[in-house]
Protein backbone atom coordinates (compact mmCIF):
# COMPACT_ATOMS: atom_id res chain seq x y z
CA UNK A 1 0.00 0.00 0.00
CA UNK A 2 2.87 2.37 1.43
CA UNK A 3 4.64 1.40 -2.16
CA UNK A 4 1.56 2.09 -4.31
CA UNK A 5 1.13 5.53 -2.60
CA UNK A 6 4.67 6.33 -2.90
CA UNK A 7 4.51 5.34 -7.09
CA UNK A 8 1.56 7.97 -6.98
CA UNK A 9 4.02 10.32 -5.81
CA UNK A 10 6.37 9.95 -7.57
CA UNK A 11 4.31 9.92 -10.84
CA UNK A 12 2.42 13.19 -9.88
CA UNK A 13 5.75 14.61 -9.57
CA UNK A 14 7.34 13.67 -12.93
CA UNK A 15 4.11 14.77 -14.69
CA UNK A 16 4.95 18.19 -12.36
CA UNK A 17 8.83 18.20 -13.93
CA UNK A 18 6.76 17.62 -17.65
CA UNK A 19 4.60 20.76 -17.17
CA UNK A 20 7.64 22.86 -15.45
CA UNK A 21 10.16 22.48 -18.50
CA UNK A 22 7.26 22.84 -20.71
CA UNK A 23 5.85 25.88 -19.37
CA UNK A 24 9.49 27.59 -18.33
CA UNK A 25 11.54 26.84 -21.04
CA UNK A 26 11.22 29.76 -23.65
CA UNK A 27 10.50 29.20 -27.01
CA UNK A 28 13.31 30.09 -29.30
CA UNK A 29 13.05 32.71 -32.19
CA UNK A 30 11.72 31.65 -35.24
CA UNK A 31 14.27 31.85 -38.53
CA UNK A 32 13.63 35.54 -40.10
CA UNK A 33 12.76 34.18 -43.34
CA UNK A 34 12.65 35.44 -46.95
CA UNK A 35 11.25 38.36 -48.16
CA UNK A 36 7.78 38.74 -49.77
CA UNK A 37 7.40 36.79 -53.20
CA UNK A 38 11.16 35.65 -52.68
CA UNK A 39 11.99 39.37 -53.62
CA UNK A 40 15.86 39.57 -52.79
CA UNK A 41 17.16 41.74 -49.93
CA UNK A 42 18.75 44.48 -50.13
CA UNK A 43 21.09 46.22 -47.74
CA UNK A 44 22.91 49.81 -47.18
CA UNK A 45 25.09 51.89 -44.90
CA UNK A 46 23.92 55.38 -43.98
CA UNK A 47 24.19 57.90 -41.14
CA UNK A 48 27.21 60.00 -40.53
CA UNK A 49 29.96 60.41 -38.92
CA UNK A 50 31.20 57.98 -40.97
CA UNK A 51 33.82 55.99 -43.16
CA UNK A 52 32.56 53.88 -46.63
CA UNK A 53 32.51 50.75 -44.71
CA UNK A 54 30.64 51.74 -41.23
CA UNK A 55 27.08 53.02 -40.55
CA UNK A 56 23.66 52.35 -39.68
CA UNK A 57 22.54 49.15 -41.26
CA UNK A 58 19.17 49.18 -43.16
CA UNK A 59 17.94 46.74 -44.99
CA UNK A 60 15.36 46.93 -48.37
CA UNK A 61 12.07 44.42 -47.67
CA UNK A 62 8.53 44.51 -49.08
CA UNK A 63 9.06 47.73 -50.80
CA UNK A 64 10.62 50.11 -48.04
CA UNK A 65 13.57 50.56 -46.81
CA UNK A 66 13.98 50.22 -42.63
CA UNK A 67 16.42 49.26 -39.91
CA UNK A 68 17.77 46.90 -37.17
CA UNK A 69 16.91 46.61 -33.87
CA UNK A 70 20.37 46.57 -31.52
CA UNK A 71 18.35 43.98 -28.95
CA UNK A 72 20.92 41.11 -28.52
CA UNK A 73 22.47 42.26 -31.43
CA UNK A 74 26.57 40.42 -31.74
CA UNK A 75 29.59 40.30 -33.58
CA UNK A 76 27.99 37.10 -35.55
CA UNK A 77 24.82 39.32 -36.84
CA UNK A 78 27.28 41.95 -38.30
CA UNK A 79 29.54 39.35 -40.21
CA UNK A 80 26.18 38.33 -41.67
CA UNK A 81 25.35 41.68 -42.52
CA UNK A 82 28.68 42.96 -43.89
CA UNK A 83 28.84 40.23 -46.32
CA UNK A 84 25.37 41.05 -47.52
CA UNK A 85 27.57 44.28 -48.35
CA UNK A 86 30.31 42.68 -49.89
CA UNK A 87 32.84 43.26 -47.28
CA UNK A 88 34.68 39.45 -46.13
CA UNK A 89 33.77 40.25 -42.35
CA UNK A 90 32.93 42.46 -39.53
CA UNK A 91 35.48 44.50 -36.97
CA UNK A 92 32.60 45.47 -34.65
CA UNK A 93 28.90 46.79 -34.75
CA UNK A 94 27.14 49.86 -32.30
CA UNK A 95 24.48 50.67 -30.53
CA UNK A 96 22.07 53.23 -29.88
CA UNK A 97 21.52 54.87 -33.33
CA UNK A 98 24.92 56.01 -32.87
CA UNK A 99 25.47 57.04 -36.57
CA UNK A 100 21.87 58.73 -35.89
CA UNK A 101 18.19 58.12 -36.12
CA UNK A 102 16.98 56.29 -39.00
CA UNK A 103 13.26 56.39 -40.08
CA UNK A 104 10.23 54.19 -41.73
CA UNK A 105 10.19 50.89 -40.60
CA UNK A 106 12.31 48.68 -38.09
CA UNK A 107 12.42 45.49 -39.55
CA UNK A 108 14.00 43.05 -37.17
CA UNK A 109 14.33 42.86 -33.69
CA UNK A 110 16.56 40.12 -31.78
CA UNK A 111 18.13 39.08 -34.77
CA UNK A 112 20.36 36.16 -33.90
CA UNK A 113 23.08 34.72 -36.32
CA UNK A 114 25.37 32.32 -35.71
CA UNK A 115 28.13 34.24 -38.08
CA UNK A 116 28.49 31.59 -40.96
CA UNK A 117 24.96 32.00 -42.54
CA UNK A 118 24.88 32.92 -46.33
CA UNK A 119 22.57 34.91 -45.19
CA UNK A 120 20.23 37.07 -42.88
CA UNK A 121 17.03 35.21 -43.84
CA UNK A 122 18.85 32.18 -42.17
CA UNK A 123 18.87 33.62 -38.76
CA UNK A 124 16.54 33.75 -35.78
CA UNK A 125 14.20 36.83 -35.14
CA UNK A 126 10.88 38.18 -34.10
CA UNK A 127 9.69 38.05 -37.67
CA UNK A 128 9.77 40.55 -40.18
CA UNK A 129 8.55 44.20 -38.89
CA UNK A 130 7.53 42.42 -35.43
CA UNK A 131 9.57 44.69 -33.25
CA UNK A 132 8.71 46.79 -29.85
CA UNK A 133 12.36 49.12 -30.29
CA UNK A 134 12.33 52.72 -31.53
CA UNK A 135 15.15 54.10 -33.68
CA UNK A 136 16.89 55.26 -30.75
CA UNK A 137 18.02 51.59 -30.72
CA UNK A 138 19.11 51.47 -34.39
CA UNK A 139 21.84 48.77 -35.15
CA UNK A 140 25.24 49.51 -37.18
CA UNK A 141 27.85 47.54 -38.43
CA UNK A 142 31.99 48.16 -38.69
CA UNK A 143 33.16 46.24 -41.82
CA UNK A 144 36.59 44.96 -42.71
CA UNK A 145 37.61 47.41 -45.26
CA UNK A 146 38.23 44.18 -47.24
CA UNK A 147 35.87 43.71 -50.33
CA UNK A 148 35.34 40.25 -51.43
CA UNK A 149 37.19 38.77 -53.90
CA UNK A 150 34.16 38.78 -57.30
CA UNK A 151 32.02 40.60 -55.17
CA UNK A 152 29.04 41.77 -57.93
CA UNK A 153 26.39 43.21 -56.26
CA UNK A 154 23.50 46.28 -55.84
CA UNK A 155 24.49 46.37 -52.49
CA UNK A 156 28.37 48.46 -53.16
CA UNK A 157 27.27 51.23 -51.41
CA UNK A 158 29.26 54.99 -52.36
CA UNK A 159 30.38 57.22 -49.49
CA UNK A 160 28.07 60.25 -49.81
CA UNK A 161 29.89 62.94 -51.45
CA UNK A 162 28.42 66.23 -49.16
CA UNK A 163 30.76 64.38 -46.26
CA UNK A 164 34.00 64.71 -44.50
CA UNK A 165 34.87 61.08 -44.02
CA UNK A 166 38.82 60.44 -42.91
CA UNK A 167 41.10 63.13 -41.48
CA UNK A 168 45.03 63.84 -41.15
CA UNK A 169 47.61 66.29 -40.57
CA UNK A 170 50.13 66.22 -42.87
CA UNK A 171 53.83 67.58 -41.85
CA UNK A 172 55.70 69.77 -44.38
CA UNK A 173 58.57 68.79 -43.84
CA UNK A 174 57.57 64.99 -44.72
CA UNK A 175 61.56 64.13 -45.23
CA UNK A 176 62.48 64.36 -41.38
CA UNK A 177 62.44 61.60 -39.31
CA UNK A 178 59.62 62.39 -37.20
CA UNK A 179 58.77 60.33 -33.83
CA UNK A 180 55.12 59.61 -33.74
CA UNK A 181 52.49 60.91 -33.05
CA UNK A 182 52.24 63.54 -35.48
CA UNK A 183 51.06 67.18 -33.39
CA UNK A 184 51.27 69.60 -36.13
CA UNK A 185 50.36 70.12 -39.98
CA UNK A 186 48.26 71.08 -42.38
CA UNK A 187 44.98 69.87 -42.04
CA UNK A 188 43.65 67.21 -45.14
CA UNK A 189 40.68 64.99 -45.72
CA UNK A 190 40.23 62.40 -47.43
CA UNK A 191 38.41 62.94 -51.33
CA UNK A 192 38.19 60.58 -53.93
CA UNK A 193 41.45 58.22 -52.97
CA UNK A 194 43.38 61.24 -52.58
CA UNK A 195 43.64 63.84 -49.74
CA UNK A 196 42.86 67.71 -50.24
CA UNK A 197 42.44 70.74 -48.06
CA UNK A 198 40.13 73.17 -45.80
CA UNK A 199 40.56 76.80 -46.51
CA UNK A 200 41.23 78.70 -43.62
CA UNK A 201 39.41 81.81 -43.75
CA UNK A 202 37.44 82.45 -40.46
CA UNK A 203 39.24 79.67 -38.89
CA UNK A 204 38.65 79.29 -35.15
CA UNK A 205 40.55 77.59 -32.40
CA UNK A 206 37.02 76.10 -32.20
CA UNK A 207 37.85 74.11 -35.31
CA UNK A 208 41.13 72.91 -34.13
CA UNK A 209 39.90 71.61 -31.12
CA UNK A 210 37.35 69.36 -32.68
CA UNK A 211 40.29 68.46 -35.21
CA UNK A 212 42.78 67.60 -32.37
CA UNK A 213 39.92 65.90 -30.61
CA UNK A 214 39.44 63.22 -33.76
CA UNK A 215 43.23 62.59 -33.87
CA UNK A 216 43.36 61.50 -30.62
CA UNK A 217 44.43 64.65 -28.81
CA UNK A 218 42.74 66.41 -25.88
CA UNK A 219 43.65 70.18 -26.64
CA UNK A 220 44.74 72.37 -29.53
CA UNK A 221 48.22 74.99 -29.66
CA UNK A 222 48.80 77.97 -31.49
CA UNK A 223 51.06 77.10 -34.41
CA UNK A 224 53.61 79.26 -36.58
CA UNK A 225 51.46 80.52 -39.39
CA UNK A 226 54.13 82.03 -41.46
CA UNK A 227 56.71 79.43 -41.60
CA UNK A 228 53.70 77.32 -43.11
CA UNK A 229 52.18 80.33 -45.06
CA UNK A 230 55.99 80.61 -47.00
CA UNK A 231 55.76 76.29 -47.13
CA UNK A 232 52.41 75.87 -48.06
CA UNK A 233 52.25 76.50 -51.72
CA UNK A 234 55.24 74.19 -52.40
CA UNK A 235 52.85 71.40 -53.01
CA UNK A 236 49.68 71.43 -55.46
CA UNK A 237 46.74 72.29 -53.47
CA UNK A 238 43.63 71.06 -53.98
CA UNK A 239 41.13 72.61 -51.48
CA UNK A 240 37.79 70.71 -50.53
CA UNK A 241 35.91 72.39 -47.85
CA UNK A 242 35.67 75.83 -46.45
CA UNK A 243 33.84 78.02 -44.25
CA UNK A 244 34.19 75.54 -41.55
CA UNK A 245 32.26 76.48 -38.34
CA UNK A 246 32.28 74.80 -35.00
CA UNK A 247 31.25 74.97 -31.41
CA UNK A 248 34.41 72.92 -30.04
CA UNK A 249 31.91 70.51 -28.70
CA UNK A 250 31.61 68.39 -31.34
CA UNK A 251 32.95 65.08 -31.93
CA UNK A 252 33.69 64.79 -35.65
CA UNK A 253 34.10 67.36 -38.08
CA UNK A 254 31.12 66.12 -39.88
CA UNK A 255 28.93 67.87 -37.36
CA UNK A 256 30.35 71.34 -37.68
CA UNK A 257 28.87 73.81 -40.44
CA UNK A 258 30.90 73.91 -43.44
CA UNK A 259 30.41 73.81 -47.87
CA UNK A 260 32.48 72.55 -50.22
CA UNK A 261 33.70 74.11 -53.42
CA UNK A 262 31.96 72.40 -56.37
CA UNK A 263 33.02 72.00 -59.82
CA UNK A 264 36.61 73.10 -60.53
CA UNK A 265 38.28 73.83 -57.22
CA UNK A 266 41.57 76.00 -58.23
CA UNK A 267 41.86 79.53 -57.98
CA UNK A 268 39.90 79.39 -54.66
CA UNK A 269 40.34 80.45 -50.77
CA UNK A 270 42.77 83.45 -52.40
CA UNK A 271 42.46 85.12 -49.35
CA UNK A 272 43.62 82.15 -47.42
CA UNK A 273 46.00 79.07 -46.91
CA UNK A 274 45.35 75.54 -46.08
CA UNK A 275 44.24 75.41 -42.52
CA UNK A 276 47.10 74.51 -40.49
CA UNK A 277 46.76 73.06 -36.44
CA UNK A 278 48.70 71.96 -33.69
CA UNK A 279 47.61 69.64 -31.29
CA UNK A 280 48.73 68.91 -27.00
CA UNK A 281 49.38 65.04 -26.94
CA UNK A 282 48.30 63.23 -23.42
CA UNK A 283 50.46 62.05 -21.19
CA UNK A 284 50.28 58.65 -22.38
CA UNK A 285 51.36 59.78 -26.08
CA UNK A 286 53.54 62.40 -25.54
CA UNK A 287 57.27 61.96 -26.24
CA UNK A 288 60.51 63.71 -25.92
CA UNK A 289 60.76 66.38 -23.23
CA UNK A 290 57.05 66.71 -23.26
CA UNK A 291 57.01 63.12 -21.90
CA UNK A 292 59.14 64.00 -19.08
CA UNK A 293 57.04 66.84 -18.28
CA UNK A 294 53.68 65.27 -18.25
CA UNK A 295 55.24 62.61 -15.82
CA UNK A 296 56.00 64.90 -13.28
CA UNK A 297 54.10 63.95 -9.80
CA UNK A 298 50.97 65.38 -10.02
CA UNK A 299 49.75 66.97 -6.88
CA UNK A 300 46.04 66.86 -7.36
CA UNK A 301 44.02 63.54 -6.67
CA UNK A 302 42.77 61.70 -9.69
CA UNK A 303 38.74 61.72 -9.42
CA UNK A 304 37.96 60.08 -12.85
CA UNK A 305 39.34 56.52 -14.26
CA UNK A 306 38.32 54.02 -16.91
CA UNK A 307 38.12 50.14 -16.17
CA UNK A 308 37.82 47.06 -17.61
CA UNK A 309 38.45 47.98 -20.85
CA UNK A 310 40.64 46.15 -23.64
CA UNK A 311 42.48 48.96 -24.98
CA UNK A 312 43.65 51.69 -24.37
CA UNK A 313 41.02 54.47 -24.15
CA UNK A 314 37.90 52.37 -23.59
CA UNK A 315 36.41 51.47 -20.39
CA UNK A 316 33.92 51.68 -17.90
CA UNK A 317 33.71 54.84 -16.24
CA UNK A 318 34.83 55.53 -12.25
CA UNK A 319 34.24 58.65 -10.24
CA UNK A 320 35.87 58.79 -6.99
CA UNK A 321 33.56 60.24 -3.94
CA UNK A 322 33.87 60.71 -0.39
CA UNK A 323 36.96 58.30 -1.02
CA UNK A 324 35.01 55.51 -2.56
CA UNK A 325 35.04 54.84 -6.44
CA UNK A 326 31.73 54.02 -8.27
CA UNK A 327 30.07 54.00 -11.68
CA UNK A 328 27.91 55.96 -13.53
CA UNK A 329 24.38 55.62 -15.02
CA UNK A 330 23.54 55.79 -18.72
CA UNK A 331 20.50 57.50 -18.63
CA UNK A 332 20.69 60.58 -20.80
CA UNK A 333 24.59 59.21 -21.98
CA UNK A 334 25.99 60.51 -24.89
CA UNK A 335 28.79 61.74 -27.19
CA UNK A 336 28.81 64.91 -25.31
CA UNK A 337 29.63 63.73 -21.73
CA UNK A 338 31.94 60.70 -23.04
CA UNK A 339 34.17 63.25 -24.86
CA UNK A 340 34.26 65.44 -21.92
CA UNK A 341 35.35 62.13 -20.00
CA UNK A 342 37.62 61.22 -22.58
CA UNK A 343 39.53 64.59 -22.83
CA UNK A 344 40.30 64.52 -19.02
CA UNK A 345 41.90 61.65 -18.96
CA UNK A 346 44.68 62.69 -21.76
CA UNK A 347 42.75 61.34 -24.97
CA UNK A 348 40.59 62.99 -28.01
CA UNK A 349 37.04 63.04 -28.82
CA UNK A 350 34.58 60.25 -28.17
CA UNK A 351 34.06 57.88 -30.49
CA UNK A 352 31.11 56.14 -28.81
CA UNK A 353 29.07 56.61 -25.62
CA UNK A 354 28.51 52.98 -24.42
CA UNK A 355 25.17 52.02 -22.65
CA UNK A 356 23.85 49.35 -20.59
CA UNK A 357 27.27 47.98 -19.51
CA UNK A 358 29.03 47.66 -22.30
CA UNK A 359 32.42 47.67 -20.61
CA UNK A 360 31.09 45.42 -17.71
CA UNK A 361 29.56 45.92 -14.94
CA UNK A 362 30.87 47.87 -11.43
CA UNK A 363 30.66 47.35 -7.95
CA UNK A 364 29.76 49.59 -5.13
CA UNK A 365 28.02 52.47 -5.47
CA UNK A 366 26.89 54.21 -8.34
CA UNK A 367 27.38 58.11 -7.82
CA UNK A 368 26.22 59.83 -11.21
CA UNK A 369 23.02 60.02 -13.19
CA UNK A 370 21.55 61.94 -15.91
CA UNK A 371 24.83 63.46 -16.60
CA UNK A 372 24.68 66.77 -19.16
CA UNK A 373 27.83 67.99 -19.85
CA UNK A 374 27.96 71.38 -22.45
CA UNK A 375 31.32 70.11 -23.85
CA UNK A 376 33.49 72.61 -22.66
CA UNK A 377 33.74 71.25 -19.15
CA UNK A 378 36.95 70.40 -17.89
CA UNK A 379 35.64 67.89 -15.35
CA UNK A 380 33.08 65.54 -15.52
CA UNK A 381 31.62 66.97 -12.12
CA UNK A 382 31.70 69.98 -13.77
CA UNK A 383 28.84 68.68 -15.74
CA UNK A 384 25.12 68.95 -14.80
CA UNK A 385 24.01 65.69 -12.93
CA UNK A 386 21.67 64.00 -10.39
CA UNK A 387 23.06 62.22 -7.97
CA UNK A 388 21.82 58.30 -7.81
CA UNK A 389 19.34 57.07 -5.41
CA UNK A 390 18.82 53.30 -4.55
CA UNK A 391 15.54 52.84 -7.05
CA UNK A 392 17.38 55.05 -10.03
CA UNK A 393 20.02 52.53 -11.51
CA UNK A 394 21.53 49.38 -11.54
CA UNK A 395 25.10 48.26 -12.52
CA UNK A 396 23.68 47.02 -15.74
CA UNK A 397 23.37 50.63 -16.70
CA UNK A 398 27.01 51.47 -16.34
CA UNK A 399 28.00 54.05 -18.62
CA UNK A 400 30.96 53.31 -20.72
CA UNK A 401 33.25 55.39 -23.78
CA UNK A 402 35.54 54.59 -26.09
CA UNK A 403 37.93 57.09 -26.83
CA UNK A 404 39.84 58.42 -29.94
CA UNK A 405 43.54 58.01 -29.48
CA UNK A 406 46.47 59.13 -31.74
CA UNK A 407 48.08 56.80 -34.17
CA UNK A 408 51.47 55.91 -32.52
CA UNK A 409 51.97 52.99 -35.13
CA UNK A 410 52.85 50.46 -32.38
CA UNK A 411 51.17 47.96 -34.52
CA UNK A 412 53.65 47.95 -36.77
CA UNK A 413 55.80 46.39 -34.60
CA UNK A 414 54.42 43.06 -33.67
CA UNK A 415 52.53 40.60 -35.83
CA UNK A 416 51.47 36.91 -34.70
CA UNK A 417 51.76 33.86 -37.31
CA UNK A 418 50.67 30.31 -37.47
CA UNK A 419 47.52 30.20 -35.96
CA UNK A 420 44.39 28.38 -37.08
CA UNK A 421 42.87 32.46 -36.80
CA UNK A 422 43.56 36.19 -36.91
CA UNK A 423 43.15 35.97 -33.30
CA UNK A 424 46.29 34.07 -32.05
CA UNK A 425 49.30 32.91 -33.26
CA UNK A 426 53.70 33.04 -32.43
CA UNK A 427 54.05 36.47 -31.30
CA UNK A 428 57.02 38.21 -33.78
CA UNK A 429 58.16 41.72 -32.99
CA UNK A 430 60.37 44.14 -34.58
CA UNK A 431 63.11 44.82 -32.26
CA UNK A 432 66.50 47.18 -33.25
CA UNK A 433 65.39 46.97 -36.73
CA UNK A 434 64.95 43.18 -37.15
CA UNK A 435 61.70 41.15 -37.19
CA UNK A 436 62.14 37.93 -34.45
CA UNK A 437 60.90 35.84 -31.63
CA UNK A 438 59.90 36.06 -28.03
CA UNK A 439 61.36 34.45 -25.36
CA UNK A 440 58.57 31.91 -23.23
CA UNK A 441 60.21 31.81 -19.85
CA UNK A 442 58.00 33.63 -17.48
CA UNK A 443 55.92 34.48 -20.30
CA UNK A 444 52.40 35.05 -18.25
CA UNK A 445 48.98 35.92 -19.16
CA UNK A 446 49.73 39.81 -18.40
CA UNK A 447 52.63 40.09 -20.97
CA UNK A 448 50.00 38.25 -23.40
CA UNK A 449 47.42 40.97 -22.25
CA UNK A 450 49.57 43.61 -23.21
CA UNK A 451 50.18 41.71 -26.62
CA UNK A 452 47.28 41.80 -27.88
CA UNK A 453 46.83 45.26 -26.46
CA UNK A 454 49.44 46.18 -28.99
CA UNK A 455 47.71 43.97 -31.45
CA UNK A 456 44.39 45.66 -31.40
CA UNK A 457 42.69 42.39 -31.00
CA UNK A 458 41.28 43.23 -27.78
CA UNK A 459 41.72 40.44 -24.37
CA UNK A 460 44.06 37.85 -23.45
CA UNK A 461 43.01 34.40 -23.48
CA UNK A 462 45.98 31.85 -22.99
CA UNK A 463 49.19 33.18 -22.68
CA UNK A 464 51.01 30.23 -24.71
CA UNK A 465 54.47 29.27 -23.67
CA UNK A 466 55.10 26.31 -26.49
CA UNK A 467 54.31 27.03 -30.14
CA UNK A 468 55.35 24.05 -31.80
CA UNK A 469 52.35 22.76 -33.33
CA UNK A 470 51.37 26.49 -35.26
CA UNK A 471 52.95 26.46 -38.66
CA UNK A 472 56.14 28.94 -38.10
CA UNK A 473 57.46 31.87 -40.60
CA UNK A 474 60.56 31.42 -41.67
CA UNK A 475 61.59 33.86 -38.55
CA UNK A 476 64.10 32.02 -36.36
CA UNK A 477 65.93 34.73 -34.33
CA UNK A 478 64.79 35.37 -30.95
CA UNK A 479 65.33 38.92 -30.49
CA UNK A 480 63.43 39.88 -27.01
CA UNK A 481 64.07 37.61 -23.45
CA UNK A 482 63.04 38.73 -20.30
CA UNK A 483 59.70 40.71 -20.92
CA UNK A 484 57.82 41.07 -17.36
CA UNK A 485 54.70 43.80 -18.13
CA UNK A 486 52.74 45.34 -15.34
CA UNK A 487 49.49 45.27 -17.70
CA UNK A 488 49.59 48.93 -18.48
CA UNK A 489 51.68 48.85 -21.27
CA UNK A 490 50.56 50.03 -24.56
CA UNK A 491 53.78 47.60 -26.21
CA UNK A 492 56.05 44.91 -25.35
CA UNK A 493 58.76 47.43 -25.85
CA UNK A 494 57.45 49.30 -22.98
CA UNK A 495 57.85 46.16 -20.17
CA UNK A 496 61.02 45.33 -18.76
CA UNK A 497 63.49 43.22 -20.64
CA UNK A 498 66.44 41.72 -20.93
CA UNK A 499 69.09 44.27 -22.41
CA UNK A 500 71.04 41.15 -23.79
CA UNK A 501 68.24 38.08 -25.20
CA UNK A 502 69.15 35.39 -22.74
CA UNK A 503 66.70 32.27 -23.12
CA UNK A 504 66.66 29.35 -21.22
CA UNK A 505 64.75 27.31 -23.85
CA UNK A 506 66.21 28.20 -27.18
CA UNK A 507 64.51 27.63 -30.78
CA UNK A 508 60.82 28.36 -32.06
CA UNK A 509 58.94 25.61 -30.06
CA UNK A 510 59.74 27.72 -26.99
CA UNK A 511 58.77 31.08 -28.41
CA UNK A 512 55.50 32.99 -26.61
CA UNK A 513 52.26 33.03 -28.72
CA UNK A 514 49.05 34.45 -27.81
CA UNK A 515 45.25 33.60 -28.18
CA UNK A 516 43.33 36.69 -27.96
CA UNK A 517 39.56 37.42 -28.09
CA UNK A 518 37.27 40.24 -28.45
CA UNK A 519 35.40 39.56 -25.46
CA UNK A 520 36.52 39.08 -21.72
CA UNK A 521 38.09 35.43 -21.79
CA UNK A 522 34.83 33.71 -19.77
CA UNK A 523 31.93 35.91 -19.44
CA UNK A 524 28.52 36.02 -21.55
CA UNK A 525 28.06 39.09 -23.86
CA UNK A 526 25.65 41.16 -21.79
CA UNK A 527 27.13 39.92 -18.58
CA UNK A 528 29.29 42.20 -16.11
CA UNK A 529 33.13 42.12 -16.48
CA UNK A 530 35.37 42.34 -13.71
CA UNK A 531 31.82 42.39 -11.58
CA UNK A 532 32.77 39.46 -9.14
CA UNK A 533 29.09 38.69 -10.02
CA UNK A 534 27.64 35.67 -10.86
CA UNK A 535 24.79 35.75 -13.44
CA UNK A 536 22.06 35.76 -12.37
CA UNK A 537 19.43 33.64 -14.95
CA UNK A 538 19.36 30.28 -13.57
CA UNK A 539 19.83 27.71 -16.74
CA UNK A 540 16.72 25.03 -16.68
CA UNK A 541 17.41 21.53 -16.35
CA UNK A 542 16.98 20.07 -20.07
CA UNK A 543 14.28 17.67 -20.35
CA UNK A 544 15.84 14.56 -20.53
CA UNK A 545 17.73 15.43 -17.05
CA UNK A 546 14.53 15.84 -15.07
CA UNK A 547 13.20 12.92 -16.81
CA UNK A 548 16.28 10.74 -16.03
CA UNK A 549 16.48 11.94 -12.17
CA UNK A 550 12.56 11.58 -11.46
CA UNK A 551 12.98 7.95 -13.06
CA UNK A 552 16.15 7.25 -11.12
CA UNK A 553 13.56 8.28 -7.79
CA UNK A 554 11.14 6.11 -8.96
CA UNK A 555 13.34 3.67 -9.26
CA UNK A 556 14.39 3.47 -6.00
CA UNK A 557 10.54 3.58 -4.51
CA UNK A 558 10.00 0.54 -6.50
CA UNK A 559 12.73 -1.12 -5.33
CA UNK A 560 12.03 -0.21 -1.51
CA UNK A 561 14.74 2.18 -0.98
Known amino acids: MGVTRG??????????????????????PTPTGQSREGAPLQFRLAGYPRKHNEGRIEVFYNQEWGTICDDDFTLANAHVLCRHLGFVAATG?????????????????????????????DCRSRGWGNSDC?????????????????????????????????????PVVSHAKRPLPVTEGIVEVRYKNSWAQICDENWSSWNSHVV?????????????????????????LNYRLHSVSCLGHEAHLSLCSFEFYRGNATGVCKGGMPAVVGCVPGPLFATGSAQKKKRRPQQVQKRLRLKGGARPGEGRVEVLRNNEWG??????????SAGVVCRELGFGSAKEALTGARMGQGMGPIHMNEVQCAGSEKSLWSCPHKNITKEGCKHSEDAGVRCNIPSMGYENTIRIVGGRTAFEGRVEVKHAGRWGTVCSTGWSTTEAMVACRQLGLGYAMHAVTETWYWDASNVTEMVLSGVKCTGQEMTLSHCRHHDTVTCQKTGTRFAAGVICSESEPGVEEGVGLWSGQEESRIPLPSLPWAFSRALGILSLGLNGG
Open 212 to 236: CGMLGFPAEKKVNQNFYRLSAHRHP
Open 93 to 121: WTHSAKYGKGSGRIWLDNLNCGGSEKSVV
Open 134 to 170: SHEEDAGVICKDERIAGFVDSNVIETEQNQVEELRLR
Open 327 to 336: TVCDDRWNLV
Open 7 to 28: CQELLSLLCGIWLWVSVAEPSP
